[in-house]
């Protein structure tokens, strides 16, 4: 599994505020590994068998790569702008394949069932036709142009809205939405998701925000974020097979799975195979 | 009143779902449990030495203890929730409401560790868990024998709202439900009770399909 091109990207490892000197053991693809403070206040990641890991500190979290990565992390210019609230949600274990939980973050049908009178609400159940592509410059998945009927889309919301969203994956286990900003018309709030790969069928996600919102406590936005993705949870521990399937196979995408789709296509692209199921079974 | 509670709390939900079936008005003041172990802070510690929530402030009255609180919401605001008196069922009520801190120590346990990375022997914890609850379904299946839908009584009582939100929440551990049909049954009974509410994990009741209507002599 170890050639996959997956070994040379950036994952989330830790939450840099609650890093200190005695460490945090945890995994990354299989292998174990420490983050710790080291005597200058700096992450370092170490491997099971020693090696000093490649470290950077971005986006509230402490990222590492079990390769050599070929270039730097992502970009998020929203996160550097002035004003914005940035939210540690922390880590939720999840026992499903990361690519999975990727994947039902770029999912938006399921909000009136799942997330019901938060995100999505009966009989508001349609998504109507939304643009993808994958941009070749940036090498990343966009959807732009989502639009659904949201009861509460946000903690800064007060009544039902119909939210535009755009959803970004600029890594195999990352992914970046945007979303109308109540408060802030014209502004984007920046929602993201961050896996660690664990195992091919185990996973850490690191939910993390940076906000326009000046008024709602900081522990109830990150309650209001766990509470999403805890619903989420038992779905993503429940869908079958485990791995992600990069074969259509017996599987019948609508419309409305048109991310999902090109969220697929890259992968395979890019030999992105870490926790997908090559061939269906 | 003012309920110290985290939305992800089985716990606080015991808590809330009773406010809610009693029609008591509750404040909640959010604690930021995970990632920021605020229960462990200063502020919380001297509310609550153990080091737990949920905490419920009325006036001068401060309870830590969860099944405590649901007595207190019953008997404020609808104390039929606390059954009848008899014997037997008061012993029973007593009964469940000291078991459900063996579902809070192993389904509970398994949940943290599997959820929130919270150290513990998860093989040990599922193992204690499944057990608990082989001894809840037998519960539940001899009060069946009786005509009796609740862990005390034909009515749901503290005890049940003290038994349900970890039992429910046990695959969030690891724990699959489909072994346990009386307590699917059980489980089904309280959230189509009037005024339930939900929380992450637990579901509300779908609306099933009316019953065939068949004329008779059609068949």
Same mark, same amino acid.
């Given at each position: 599994m170890m050639q996959d091109a997956m070994i040379d990207e950036w994952y989330p490892v830790g939450l840099f505020s609650q890093l200190d000197v005695k460490g945090r053991k945890t995994a990354l693809m299989g292998e174990p590994i420490e983050v710790a403070l080291d005597a200058e206040r700096r992450a370092r990641v170490t491997c099971g068998d020693g090696r000093t890991l490649p470290v950077c500190v971005r986006y509230g979290h402490v990222w590492s790569s079990l390769g050599k990565p070929q270039k730097d992390l992502f970009a998020?210019?929203?996160?550097?702008?002035?004003?914005r609230r940035l939210v540690d949600v922390g880590a939720i274990r999840v026992r499903c394949s990361p690519l999975r939980a990727v994947e039902n973050f770029l999912d938006i049908a399921h909000f009136p069932f799942v997330h019901t009178d938060i995100l999505g609400a009966e009989p508001h159940t349609e998504v109507q036709d939304y643009k993808v592509e994958i941009?070749?410059?940036?090498?990343e998945v966009w959807a732009t142009q989502v639009k659904f009927y949201q009861?509460?889309?946000?903690?800064?919301?007060s009544g039902g809205i119909t939210t535009e969203y755009m959803y970004r994956v600029p890594a195999p286990t990352c992914s970046v939405l945007y979303k109308t900003c109540p408060p802030r018309p014209g502004e984007w709030d920046v929602i993201t998701l961050f896996v660690q790969p664990l195992a091919e069928d185990l996973c850490d996600v690191w939910p993390w925000m940076a906000l326009?919102?000046?008024?709602?406590p900081m522990t109830d936005l990150i309650h209001f974020q766990q509470t999403i993705f805890l619903q989420d949870r038992s779905i993503l521990e429940n869908q079958i097979p485990r791995l992600l399937p990069l074969?259509?196979?017996?599987e019948i995408p609508t419309r409305a799975d048109l991310t999902s789709v090109a969220y697929r296509r890259w992968l395979k692209r890019h030999n992105y195979t870490y926790g997908a199921q090559l061939v269906a079974q | 009143m003012k309920l110290y509670d985290y939305v992800l709390s089985p716990s606080c939900y015991k808590v809330r779902l009773m406010a809610a079936l009693a029609g008591v008005k509750l404040e909640t003041r959010p604690v930021d449990?995970?990632?920021?172990?605020?229960?462990?802070?200063t502020e919380l510690l001297a509310l609550n030495p153990a080091g737990s929530i949920p905490i419920l402030e009325d006036g001068d009255l401060i309870l830590t203890e969860s099944a405590a609180m649901l007595a207190y919401l019953a008997a404020r605001a609808a104390p039929e929730w606390l059954g009848s008196g008899a014997p037997e069922e008061a012993a029973r009520i007593q009964q469940w409401l000291s078991f459900a801190h063996r579902l809070t120590a192993s389904l509970g346990g398994a949940r943290l560790h599997e959820?929130?990375?919270? &150290?513990?022997d998860i093989g040990a914890l599922q193992a204690q868990g499944i057990a608990a609850l082989r001894e809840l379904e037998a519960g539940l299946v001899e009060q069946r024998l009786r005509g009796m839908r609740f862990l005390a009584s034909d009515q749901p009582t503290v005890a049940d709202i003290a038994c349900f939100p970890y039992v429910a929440l046990a695959p969030d551990g690891g724990?699959?439900?489909? &072994?346990?049909p009386a307590i699917r049954l059980w489980s089904r009974a309280i959230r189509g009770l009037d005024n339930f509410i939900e929380m992450p994990g637990i579901h509300r009741l779908h609306e099933l399909k009316p019953e065939p209507h068949v004329e008779p002599g059609e068949v």
């Open positions: 998020i210019p929203e996160a550097d702008q002035p004003g941009r070749q410059k940036e090498d009861p509460k889309a946000a903690k800064s919301a326009f919102d000046d008024v709602t074969d259509p196979g017996m | 449990f995970h990632p920021g172990a605020e229960h462990r802070g959820m929130l990375q919270r &150290p513990g724990i699959p439900l489909d &072994p346990y």
